[in-house]
């Protein structure tokens, strides 16, 4: 079975510009997560969504946003890019046990 | 709100010693704990988990941690480090699994094996 997919795996982007970032979870799992890991540090949680509906956020700004579709894939959208957001985006996707996570884009805004 | 703390942001052990990372947690709910490992340019690959049932917990390559409500721990040991053990190691918690886990991570630890 594939794991956790995340496209693309590398990208670069100017400030101020809109960057979209996908997610494809493991099969029958329905809960998405979004985090963010700047080098040298843990992951923080961007995002949470079950069954298209979201269930949790982390201390983000608006610029950040999210969204599931119907066959629980999800993207992560970041408006009016900025240096600091240039980071590892990882997704985790869940059923009812622990997160399983995929290799992360990473994001470098110049 | 829950959260960890590693100490120890290097660790340095020969190729056959004994690997002990530390972790700490604080939670005001029994918690569920995790041990995460992430390899250069990878996503991170789940060691074990700890959801209350046994507090020795085993996990894949060799790891185990052991859960002391106590001490508030969930330490994360091997018996024997191996050279492809290096990586970083984060622990992480949550207060309900599955689907409302949002994991909170410590700042991980960065192991590194020499021969």
């Known amino acids: 079975d594939a794991g956790v997919t995340q496209s693309p795996t590398h990208l670069i982007k100017t400030r101020g510009q809109q960057v979209t970032l996908r997610c494809s979870p493991i099969?029958?799992?329905?809960?998405v997560s979004w985090y963010q890991q700047v080098l040298g540090q843990g992951p923080q949680f961007i995002f949470q969504y079950y069954e298209k509906e979201e269930r949790g956020r982390g201390n983000f700004p608006d610029r950040f946003s999210a969204r599931q579709f119907p066959n629980y894939s999800s993207e992560l959208n970041v408006n009016a890019l900025l240096l600091g957001d240039s980071a590892l985006y990882l997704c985790a996707s869940s059923l009812s046990g622990p997160a399983f996570f995929g290799q992360g884009t990473r994001l470098t805004v110049v | 709100a829950q959260s960890v703390t590693q100490l120890g942001s290097h660790v340095s052990v020969s190729e056959g010693a004994l690997v002990l990372l530390r972790c700490n947690y604080s939670s005001s709910v029994p918690p569920y704990l995790f041990w995460y490992v992430q390899y250069p340019n990878q996503g991170l690959q789940l060691l074990l988990k700890y959801t209350s049932a046994a507090t020795l917990v085993k996990g894949i390559n060799g790891f185990e941690a052991e859960f002391k409500k106590s001490e508030t721990s969930f330490h994360l040991t091997k018996p024997s480090a191996h050279m492809s053990d290096a990586a970083e190691y984060f622990c992480a918690v949550t207060l309900v699994t599955g689907t409302a886990s949002k994991l909170t991570f410590g700042t991980g630890t960065r192991l590194q094996v020499t021969l």
């Open positions: 099969s029958g799992h329905k809960s």
